[in-house]
């Protein structure tokens, strides 16, 4: 199985920058597609952006131009650029890793965006 470990998350103000890390272990980390997805409270997990083994990038349309997702093979790690962030970027931010065979693949724990002023 594949353990994913989320980080950077934290309090920014409106128009702020954060940049989110995904450590990945368990498996080879560049025959998985990653994404990231984003859960508000009481309301149902979003995707956001992701990034196939080969490096393709798709993005939300909530985010197309502010948030950028990379990934770095040699540290089994994915990256999520987020700038110019709103009020409405707030949720716990998760990282998921999958092969193009399954439907859900792995998830990490989490890490809380919180944007206010």
């Known amino acids: 199985q594949v353990q994913l470990v989320e980080s950077g998350g934290g309090l920014v103000q409106p128009g702020g920058s954060l940049r989110l890390s995904c450590a990945a272990s368990g498996r080879i980390f560049s025959r998985y597609n990653m994404g990231w997805y984003r859960q508000a409270p009481g309301k149902q997990r979003d995707w956001v952006a992701a990034i196939t083994s080969g490096g393709s990038t798709n993005y939300a349309d909530s985010v197309k131009g502010r948030f950028t997702i990379s990934r770095d093979n040699a540290k089994n790690t994915v990256y999520l650029q987020m700038n110019s962030l709103k009020l409405e970027d707030t949720a716990v931010y998760y990282c998921?890793?999958?092969?193009?065979?399954?439907?859900?693949?792995?998830w990490g724990q989490g890490t809380q965006v919180t944007v206010s002023s």
């Open positions: 998921n890793a999958r092969t193009s065979v399954q439907i859900t693949g792995y």
